[in-house]
């Protein structure tokens, strides 16, 4: 009896499948990634390519799903002046300069609902929405960093005069080194809207992780970099993106 039923079961989704316009679409675009809770990385654009399927559950409603493959980059590149003390007491002026980049890639699978409101024959817009998984593959960072201090603060010229002191750094890594890097699993919400037309379409999505890049990332690099503030946070993916594509049906109804 289970086995004519699991037969049954299998015979009627293949008739579905066989019956059904399933879409196959290839898509392009870019759009600014982020993340959340820092105050100095700024948002970078990034790239993302992949294929796409679309199985329809009625005329206005189908399931999108598909593998894509795309950037995700947020860097700082400026620096901070400050009036402090040295060890002696003595009043210093310091100058810190920070130029970092964080760049992942990842392989996404998103996994949305869409509802589709024709215009006419040809064309309308196609509304969806739902959760994705990525996983970060590759990418590297860096952070180059240089500190400048003078102890007279009447000189525009950190290198003469008084007691003056350069130090600076580089570092380079993978962006998700098992040691030294960003976790590798994101999982997150993505809402779209798109014009189709034809076999064509265009355009727009939003991105919000809900799993954490890293649990121990700094609030304020600055204030952490000169040990003034030691606030740890937990930031998230965030991005929009625009990109457009083509598909084409496969099966007949």
Partial sequence: MKKQLLIALLLGLSTTICHSQVKINIQGGTGLTGI????????????????????????????????????????VDEGITALGTNEEGKQ???????????????????????????????????????????????????????????????????????????????????????????????IGLSLGADFKYKQLFAGIGAEYGFLPIDKEFPKDIFKYSIQENQTLVSPRNIGIEFHVGFCFSVGKR
């Fill in 92 to 186: 210093t002026y310091m100058v810190l300069g920070i130029d970092s980049k964080i760049n992942g890639i990842y392989l996404q699978v998103p996994i949305k609902v869409a509802a589709y409101l024709p215009l006419n024959n040809n064309c309308g817009f196609q509304f969806s929405g739902g959760p994705y998984i990525a996983y970060g593959i590759g990418g590297k960072s860096k952070v180059n960093w240089i500190l400048a201090s003078q102890e007279k603060i009447d000189s525009d010229d950190l290198t003469s005069g008084g007691d003056n002191r350069l130090m600076e750094g580089k570092t380079t890594h993978k962006t998700f080194d098992k040691n030294d890097g960003l976790k590798r699993l994101d």
């Fill in 36 to 75: 959340t809770k820092n105050e100095n990385y700024n948002a970078n654009f990034g790239y993302r390519f992949g294929v796409g399927v679309e199985l329809p559950i009625d005329k206005t409603l189908s399931m999108q799903t598909g593998l894509q493959f795309l950037n995700r980059s947020y860097s």
